[in-house]
């Protein structure tokens, strides 16, 4: 269906090239992202690895005419320092895998339309967002972000909304040697029940029609969410459950058929927060719970034991049992004015078994600078328990600086 030029010099030059009025309301707006970062990785059974890059998002968001919108948006990458990590790309296996390499692509090209303020429709390489990124969404932990090619229609009325998707391709990243062909169909629908509770239904048709692809991991997932928010006393709880079952579909030669639930809450006054989840994810011994248009690092720990090539969990099934906290504040230093601290613990087991995979300490400290400049410090470290499907031990920190606008 489509396949979008990647001539992305051509549309940072002209991006570049608009005047300083491209701020204001009529000539549009300028987007600009830009984020520097150090990582470093120990693994067990590989080098100990370290990668500096530097990646900025450059783009312009047309004014409305018509009820036509334009956005268009290049993403370069750019690898710093020496080549000590396993990109996926530069050859270098004996490393941990840091997966960020120079690229330049288009990251979004897409036009709108909009036939009233109940009815959109979006074409071209766009974002996708849908329920918290589990099964469909646009990661951008990695530098090169994950977009997609694809038509969307969205539509509201009176407390309803519905979000229908043709999706015919993932760019993953990085470059364009990971990206997967696609001939999806995803349907979203929600209704705010009122102001402490939102219901969402879904039904995602995932074909991986790409011979590159895990197409095994084709699958059709259904299922309902709930999601919102109380007043507890001064302090405020929100809360996040959701339950799926997915079975294969579309060019998946496996047989399957898998539960999946999550259950999120969240206490939050005076500046701190307390967390407690819970996720399963059902396995058969063959087959888990496929997540192909999904995020990865944002479950079951940032140091990705779990997550990688469409999948979130073992063979086995996952239980990820998860507890932690943050607190942030403010401050009149003139070159700070905000920071935050927080931690989270996760005990892992196998569904189907409940054998021992480890457990996983994460960690983070946050501090807002002047102009829209953010410095985060954060750490993560996984060690296996006794079932021998526990990932290899490892440690990662990361130093990141961003700005945008």
Partial sequence: ??????????????????????????????????????????????????????????????PQWAGFTVLLEGESVIALGSDTYNSGLNGQTAYASIKDD??????????????????????????????????????????????????RVDLSQDGWRASYVYHDRVLRG?????????????????????DSAELTGFAYFIDLTDPAAPQDRSNMTWGGRLTGSVPLGEARLSYAAMLARQSDYGSSTADFELGFASFDVRVSGAGGTLLFGYDVLDGDGSNTIATPLGSGHSFHGWADA???????????????????GSYEGTLEAGFLSGWEIGAVHRDFSSQRNGDDLGREWDAWLNFDLPGNVGL??????????SSPLSPADRTKQWVVLTYSR
């Fill in 102 to 151: 120079d690229v330049t692509e288009l990251n979004r090209l897409q036009v709108s339309y909009a036939a009233s303020e109940h009815a959109r429709i979006t074409v071209g390489r766009q974002l996708l967002s849908f329920d918290g990124n589990r099964f469909v969404g646009s990661p951008s932990w990695r530098q090169d972000r994950n977009s997609h090619d694809a038509v």
């Fill in 174 to 194: 990085p470059g364009d040697d990971f990206d997967w062909d696609s001939d999806s169909h995803l349907v979203n629908l929600g209704y705010t029940i009122n």
């Fill in 376 to 385: 985060s410090f954060q750490f993560a470290d996984y060690r296996g328990g």
């Fill in 306 to 324: 779990f997550s990688g090539g469409g999948a979130q969990s073992t063979v086995d099934g996952l239980e990820d049992l998860r507890f932690g």
């Fill in 1 to 62: 269906m489509m396949r979008l030029t990647r001539n992305t010099a051509t549309v940072l030059l002209a991006t570049a090239a608009m005047p300083a009025a491209a701020a204001d309301d009529e000539a549009g707006t300028i987007l600009l992202d830009i984020r520097a970062r150090y990582e470093a990785v120990e693994q067990d059974g590989k080098l100990d690895a370290e990668a500096a890059t530097l990646r900025t998002r450059l783009g312009w968001q047309s």
